[in-house]
């Protein structure tokens, strides 16, 4: 499976596209769209060199998905876990509950526990980064998008989900999943939620 241009897309915002090698937060050299491999001050780049390594940095990501992951995915919930190993790293993710949770068959989990990578080392100390957050909130929402859309029952709302195309609801929660930071925001796909 290979990311879609939804994924590149979601990716390519949370990362940015800076030009000029740089210190991210957590002091790691960093250029283009978040590559961090032999990057060294001074370095300079093109949008094209940019989106070059980009692309091979995807296919290690996706290959680390094919080798990592033991059920079936579909293409958002691909995309989402994409994202996250490309912020967290393939070690991080191989060790995560949100992998467990996920080649347990335990989806709604798995996005859970995505979100609590939501953390840097900035000078020594872990602290919640808000952007991180946001990256996050953006992913767990994507992973949970169902591909089919899932149709009502005429009669009314039980409340519970079944296969696309049967009689089906889902809750508000699922259409929108919110995350509250440290601070008690609440952060859903769309932004900062006022109370």
Same mark, same amino acid.
């Given at each position: 499976?290979?990311?879609?241009?939804? /994924?590149?897309?979601?990716?390519?915002?949370?990362? /940015?596209?800076?030009?000029?090698?740089?210190?991210? *937060?957590?002091?790691?050299?960093? *250029? /283009?769209?978040?590559?961090?491999?032999?990057?060294?001050?001074?370095?300079?780049?093109?949008?094209?060199?940019?989106?070059?390594?980009?692309?091979?940095?995807?296919?290690?990501?996706?290959?680390? &998905?094919?080798?990592?992951?033991?059920?079936?995915?579909?293409?958002?919930?691909?995309?989402?876990?994409?994202?996250?190993?490309?912020? &967290?790293? *393939?070690?991080?993710?191989?060790?995560?509950?949100?992998?467990?949770?996920?080649?347990?068959?335990?989806?709604?989990?798995?996005?859970?526990?995505?979100? #609590? #990578?939501?953390?840097?080392?900035?000078?020594?100390?872990? !602290?919640?980064?808000?952007?991180?957050? !946001?990256?996050?909130?953006?992913?767990?929402?994507?992973?949970?998008?169902? &591909?089919?859309?899932?149709?009502?029952?005429?009669?009314?709302?039980? /409340?519970?989900?079944?296969?696309?195309?049967?009689?089906?609801? *889902?809750?508000? !929660?699922? &259409?929108?999943?919110?995350?509250?930071?440290?601070?008690?925001?609440?952060?859903?796909?769309?932004?900062?939620?006022?109370?």
């Amino acid at each position: 499976m290979k990311t879609s241009e939804n /994924g590149v897309a979601l990716l390519k915002r949370h990362e /940015g596209l800076e030009l000029e090698a740089y210190q991210d *937060i957590a002091s790691i050299w960093t *250029i /283009g769209y978040g590559h961090t491999a032999d990057v060294a001050a001074g370095d300079v780049l093109t949008e094209e060199g940019a989106t070059s390594l980009l692309s091979r940095d995807l296919a290690s990501r996706e290959d680390a &998905i094919a080798r990592l992951v033991t059920v079936s995915l579909n293409q958002n919930e691909f995309d989402a876990l994409v994202s996250l190993i490309y912020n &967290i790293g *393939i070690d991080a993710f191989r060790g995560s509950t949100a992998r467990r949770r996920l080649n347990a068959g335990d989806r709604i989990g798995a996005a859970e526990a995505m979100t #609590w #990578w939501n953390k840097a080392t900035v000078n020594g100390v872990l !602290r919640e980064v808000t952007g991180l957050t !946001r990256r996050r909130v953006a992913e767990r929402a994507l992973f949970l998008t169902p &591909i089919e859309r899932l149709s009502f029952d005429e009669c009314g709302d039980t /409340g519970r989900v079944t296969t696309p195309g049967k009689s089906a609801t *889902i809750s508000e !929660r699922t &259409i929108n999943p919110t995350v509250t930071d440290a601070g008690g925001k609440k952060w859903s796909l769309f932004g900062w939620m006022p109370r």
